[in-house]
């Protein structure tokens, strides 16, 4: 057996913060949905069965929740901060997905939520 390709994923893990440029944003803040997703080679938990040979999921949460206590104006800064707080303190990333929602944004009208989506490429790894 030959492992192609693998990930770690964190999905929909949910936050209140204080994000957005409309000032109420900054001082009731909002509810904001968070996933991730890795690019990281497995092969050698999959053998080992221990926790030292792959990524620890309560780290990249802690890097995630003490970037969504950083306020931002965009959902673009903080995602590329969560992004970049990630690869630096995880550099066997070889790639990362990551996607910041903004549920009940200010819109003046009824959404579910608006989005950034990111596709990182760890120049690190290559």
Known sequence: ?????SYISLDRIR????????PQERVVG????VSIRAKYDVSKAME???????????RIYEI????????????EN????IGKGILAEL?????LEVRVEKKNPPLGGEAHGSAVDLHLI???TF
């Open 64 to 75: 995630i929740d003490k970037k969504m206590q950083e306020p931002s104006c965009l959902l």
């Open 91 to 95: 550099p066997k990333i070889e790639e």
């Open 48 to 58: 080992s069965d221990d926790v030292a040979d792959t990524i620890n999921y309560a």
């Open 1 to 5: 057996m030959r492992l192609s390709s």
């Open 122 to 124: 760890n120049d690190k």
């Open 15 to 22: 936050f209140h913060g204080y994000h957005g440029v409309d």
């Open 30 to 33: 909002g509810e904001y949905v």
């Open 78 to 81: 903080l995602a590329g901060r």
